[in-house]
Nanobody, 124 residues
């Protein structure tokens, strides 16, 4: 069993930055691929970014490429999402998720464990 807890969300102005963290329980974190997803009100959950078990491979949605950076520190059982140049359309609840295969995709259905989410609100 893996528990994921997100933190770091909040209210920020357009152009600002936030850093989300996702802390995982369990000793097998280092073998999981990790992903960040988001869901805005009235919209479906969408892929944001993913990182493989070692951190050597990352993938981003086109909408965040060049602005967001996903990283991980396996020694701390934590994955991060650095978000820069935030815009109102980035407003959503952000979720981290774990893919037990170690090589995550952009499809939410492939992720087995999910956090409760953290709210990010970008004001114009």
């Amino acid at each position: 069993q893996v528990q994921l807890v997100e933190s770091g969300g909040g209210l920020v102005q357009t152009g600002g930055s936030l850093r989300l963290s996702c802390a995982a329980s369990g000793r097998t974190f280092s073998i999981y691929g990790m992903g960040w997803f988001r869901q805005a009100p009235g919209k479906e959950r969408e892929f944001v970014a993913s990182i493989n078990w070692s951190g050597s491979s990352t993938n981003y949605a086109d909408s965040v490429k060049g602005r967001f950076t996903i990283s991980r520190t396996n020694a701390k059982n934590t994955v991060y999402l650095q978000m820069n140049s935030l815009a109102p359309e980035d407003t959503a609840v952000y979720y981290c998720a774990a893919d037990v295969s170690g090589h995550p995709s952009s499809r939410a259905s492939t992720y087995y464990y999910w956090g409760q989410g953290t709210q990010v609100t970008v004001s114009s």
